[in-house]
């Protein structure tokens, strides 16, 4: 997942993350106050691989990063929590690494 501060680094981040690796776009979060979230699905290295392009992308386009963080083996607990993935029967959450920005 990344986190922005603003839309256009969100967009920029979820186009990077998802031509760099195969990975789901499941959802983005408009938090409030400007920041937006964005979360992707996967394999664990396909997620580290599309996050880490994202957060450099965000980069790019200003100061809109804010954090970038993979979760690998969620519990299910917090499966519980965590949009649904479009592919049916796949949960597709192998990796959701840690990455904070202040």
Do not use: W
């Amino acid at each position: 997942m990344i986190e922005t501060r603003g839309l256009v680094p969100a967009i920029e981040a979820a186009d990077a993350m998802t031509k760099a690796a195969e990975v789901r776009l499941v959802d983005r979060q408009f938090v409030g106050g400007g920041y937006v979230t964005v979360l992707v699905r996967g394999e664990t290295g396909a997620v580290n691989a599309a996050v880490r392009a994202g957060a450099d992308a965000c980069e790019r386009v200003g100061d809109g990063l804010v954090a970038a963080h993979i979760i690998a083996r969620v519990h299910s607990e917090v499966e519980n929590i965590l949009p649904k993935t479009p592919a049916a029967g796949d949960s597709g959450l192998d990796g959701v690494v840690s990455q904070s920005r202040s």
